[in-house]
């Protein structure tokens, strides 16, 4: 029988079976507009409600009101950066860090091609984002703060809570994008004390195309589009009813199975010690101790991270290089080079990603293949057999 193990969970996860039920009849007799006074628009509006407080409860929110549905994260970064700057017209200083998604990055780089002052705070060697250099950066014009909870490609989780506390006090619009957060460990919106929160269904075994931002009470922005009141105008257009529901199960689910993250955690252990023991040439990129429980960066001297990722694939292992937003960029890892770290281990790196779903038996599988692929690689690297020919001399 042949072998599928899917590592990748950063990048998407499985739709849950129970967000999948939940999701048919709305492809079927629950096809009314939930804007619409009827039988029938009345009962979709009840059931997005339903699923407005699961989101809710995922994040720690106060109110349900608070919770804005989206056709994506990247649509919530750009309606929480966009909304809070257009908002605040006299105000043209956004800060952000180095290792932000894509969504975030080039938000940040149109706006300084608008006459925007962007400041992008520098990360430690561990990934984790400087904190000091961040509370030096603000000034009188700084419109908004944005900085993600957890990195999408090492899993390393920021000191959120401590720049909230910081900016709570100067009334400075604070962003986080969460959405490789959100599920996978606790979140509460008010110890972090952020304005905005992002987040983004199929990340957390919900369906892909629904995403939410959350806006706290009192929150004065502007919307991107303008058209029907729907989302109390902040996001207008006819919503994704099924999407929405989808989502609103995965967050009952996700809060549920967080007291699985431990074991979780231990599988991703379980990998990385297997890894450093059988290969030599590996090294863990980020810090170990705040990260994801599900994620793993790791490096391997003289190979290409590419070219690992296309032999497992011939083996029936599914791993990423970095950001799925940036699959096809021969770019190396903005988030590895803002860490400081060597060409060669930036250019190695893979990343390993699992879910709830993941079992024991994967991870056994993926270690009894992964030593094989590494020596065939190392054989026919250029990289190798120079190192080889200067241990010779030296």
Known sequence: MEKHVYLDNNATTMVAPEAVEAMLPFFGDKYGNASSMH?????????????????????????????????????SDNLAIRGITSYLKDKKHVITSTVEHPAVLNLCKQLEKEGFRVTYVPVTGEGIVDVAALKMAVDEETAIVSIM??????????????????LKPLNIPFHVDGVQAA????????????DLYSISAHKFHGPKGIGALYVRKGTRMRPMLFGGHQEKGRRPGTENAPGIVGMGVAAELAIKHLADMPRVAKLRDRLQQGILNSIKTSSVNGSIELRTPNTLNISFEYIEGESILLYLDRKGVYISTGSACATGSLEPSHVLRAMNLPFSQIHGSIRFSLSRYTTEDEIDYTLSVLPEVIDTLLKISPFWDNEKQVGKIF
């Not at 599920?183 to 952020?194: A, L, T």
């Open 39 to 75: 039988f029938f628009g009345g009962r979709v509006a009840k059931d997005l409600e339903k699923a407005r407080h699961q989101v809710a409860m995922l994040l720690g929110a106060e109110h349900d009101f608070e919770i804005t549905f989206t056709g994506s994260a990247t649509e």
């Open 183 to 194: 599920g996978k460990i606790p979140v509460d919106v008010n110890k972090i004390q952020c």
């Open 149 to 166: 909870h957890a990195n999408n490609e090492t899993g390393v989780i920021n000191p959120v809570e401590e720049i909230g506390a910081f």
